[in-house]
């Protein structure tokens, strides 16, 4: 077990005889022959009872063992132990609204502790000193933090609770090393968050009954499959619910079967792994890729539609970066059985396409409502950057229920419309950051920014996101902007509120300070 002392771990391997018990002669207990001792430990063991020294000697390293194996046990009443085990991991292609980003393979995992609850500002704000979350409350999630944050809160409440921290951190936070075996916390694996969620279960989510804002905190008006189920086939179980817009206490909804609260909703919960597809074959203790420009987390937000909570759905962020939608839940080892020592790096994109270092910056946009333009055109008049609105080929239509249907369908089948809109190759090469703009359409980009990603090279540019919305921010926008342009570098993003009204220019101009653009 980890934290025995080389010599020790001998003693163990081998039949115990202790220095002190060597007085010549033949040991019954161990069988074999010992050796005369000093006489300064011979005189240890004159006018004692052998018996009873043997007894003692027993019940000491009984001790020893007891200390060095509570590093593995529960660090309190709020975690659960998660027993080892194998599964699918992914969702198959029939499950609606998967991405191809789930292929199913099996995964075995050794067992875990893993937290019942979110870790809460107040548990932030004691390790740190600091809250950086935009809902503010003792009890609510911590959000609004880095990867690179949550990972050494973890090792600092680790130092504070007399664990063996996990993480080492090197290089500016470009490397990360993780020993396997240490006692500390740290972020789950992938596998190990999906495994513990799904608490059994082969369907979308822990329970067939498709979760409803009385289950989860999210964006309660669309829970999953809601045109399907609702609307269609009136299964009034799956209707819209309330959508409180924000964060709520933790632990305000019942646990999984695992024990586990608001493993779906509230906010969505790092792990430990790059962002990076998935090995085909079985794998045992996955810790996903060793370089990556982008760190997964998992389980839907307050802001997200049912189909992001989804036990199978991957998110993903630049490890710098943050959102009021993700914190963190802690786990630790249950044993010491997974050994070794994992190093990440930041992937330098060194065989990436590099823009020309002109300092150019590109306003592009997709809108179609006006929302958008107006916030385009606002950011072009504070900054006078060039700007260029996409059009497409095969327009959507201009009635609002119409295209309702028409933007879920492409979103759903994954569409590329055709862009009508053309960029010169070597236009495109002279700008270094791209002003990314869209209306948050089905709490992700509309599929006219996917082409727009997909048809040109982002690699070692900025992007600068933007978007209208209706009140759900950014969804999951700038995980899909992520995966689609992996070698881009992610700025924080702005989110306006249809036009943004009044308060627009302020909005963006603030903005525009915070991401040294001005």
Known sequence: MSGFSGSLETSLREPFSPPFLRSGGFDKLNHRHYETASPPLQSLTQGINMKKLTTILFTILGIIMMANAANFTAPSSDFVLIKGGSFTMGSPESEDWRSNDESQHRVTLAPFYMAKFEVTQKEWRE????????????????????WLEAIEFCNALSKRDGRTPVYTITDGGNTVTWNRSASGYRLPTEAEWEYAARAGSTTPFYSRKVPGAEDVNFYGHYPYQIEQNYFNDEVLETRPGVYRGKTVEVGSFKANPNGLYDIYGNVGEWCFDYYADYIASAVSNPAGASQGTRRVY???????FGKNLRSAYRAAMPQNNSAYNVGLRLV??????????VTTREDANTDAKKSTDS???????????????????EIARQTGFDSIELELVKPYSTDYNTVLDQAQSDQHKQARPELKTKIDSKKWEEYD?????????????????????ENYDFSGKTIMPFCSHGGGRFGQSLTAISKLAPKAKLTEGLSIHYSGGSSLSKDVEKWLKKTGVK
């Not at 935009?134 to 933090?145: A, C, H, M, R």
């Not at 359409?441 to 727009?452: K, R």
Request: net charge positive; glycine share 12%.
């Open 332 to 341: 630790c080892n249950a044993d010491d059985s997974v050994k070794g020592i």
């Open 359 to 377: 300092g150019k910056t590109l306003i592009i946009f997709y809108s179609w409502s006006g929302n958008t333009r107006g916030v385009a055109r």
């Open 298 to 304: 998992r389980g839907g937000g307050w802001n997200d």
């Open 127 to 146: 390790i740190t000193g600091k809250n950086p979350s935009n809902f503010t409350g003792d009890k609510l999630p911590v959000e609004s933090i880095t």
């Open 433 to 453: 950051t791209i002003i990314l703009g869209y209306p948050n359409w089905w709490a992700s980009i509309p599929m006219p920014i996917a082409t727009l990603l």
